[in-house]
């Protein structure tokens, strides 16, 4: 049972645009929603995190949307550059720090 | 301030044989984490420590063994490596459950 999917599976955007990943959750126990960004031969690295007592969250050109009810989150990159491309996860945890995640969405960004 | 680091960086094992990857980090955080990654399918939790001398099964445990030896240190025992289990391996820590910093990996070739 895949409690985390994410969508698309890839993505590429022209310079400039909006990038928009969707992911969506099942268990009810996940009390926070981080976003990693990976690129080749590197490890994850957090880019942003929601917790849900809140609907949106903005850092810079990244913005996290959430919607409890429906249980979907989704990243947007607005001004979407070539330095952006790479792997965005979701990620859903528990209190207790153990994290699902979903399949990981490849973004490029064509100049 | 290293972060998490982890060794080896690469590793070819011929099928039955045992390893161990090492992991450590200098961020004094309570709980580590050891994930795979595979083409496609994201990162699958194998094992966790919320703390030290504590540890607990992830989603796919089996054909693995964790030790946390110290707050610092948790490795990842194969006692009797297979072809499945070729690979991407993660090592990550942290005290925030959103919040989790990853080493640079190692990759697994089970042949």
């Known amino acids: 049972q895949q409690q985390v999917k994410q969508s698309p599976q890839s993505l590429i955007v022209q310079k400039g645009g909006i990038s928009i990943i969707n992911c969506a959750y099942e268990n009810t126990a996940f009390d926070y929603f981080p976003w990693y960004q990976q690129f080749p031969g590197k490890g994850p690295a957090l880019l942003i995190a929601?917790?849900?007592?809140?609907s949106e969250k903005k850092e810079g050109r990244f913005t996290i949307s959430f919607n409890k009810s429906a249980k979907q989150f989704s990243l947007h990159i607005m001004d979407s550059q070539p330095g952006d491309s790479a792997t965005y996860f979701c990620?859903?945890?528990?209190?207790?720090?153990?994290?699902?995640f979903g399949d990981g969405t490849t973004l490029t960004v064509k100049p | 301030n290293a972060g998490v680091t982890q060794t080896p960086k690469f590793q070819v094992l011929k099928t039955g044989q045992s390893m161990t990857l090492q992991c450590a980090q200098d961020m004094n955080h309570n709980s580590m984490y050891w994930y795979r990654q595979d083409p496609g399918m994201g990162l699958r939790l194998i094992y966790y420590?919320?703390?030290?001398?504590?540890?607990d099964k992830g989603e796919v445990p089996n054909g693995y063994n964790v030790s946390r030896l110290n707050k610092r240190e948790f490795s990842l025992r194969l006692e009797s490596a297979a072809p499945s289990q070729t690979s991407v391996y993660f090592c990550?820590?942290?005290?925030?459950?959103?919040?989790?910093?990853f080493g640079p990996g190692t990759r697994l070739t089970v042949l």
């Open positions: 990620a859903a945890s528990t209190n207790a720090g153990k994290s699902t």
């Open positions: 929601i917790r849900p007592d809140v």
């Open positions: 990550a820590s942290s005290n925030e459950p959103d919040t989790q910093y």
């Open positions: 420590s919320a703390s030290e001398g504590t540890t």
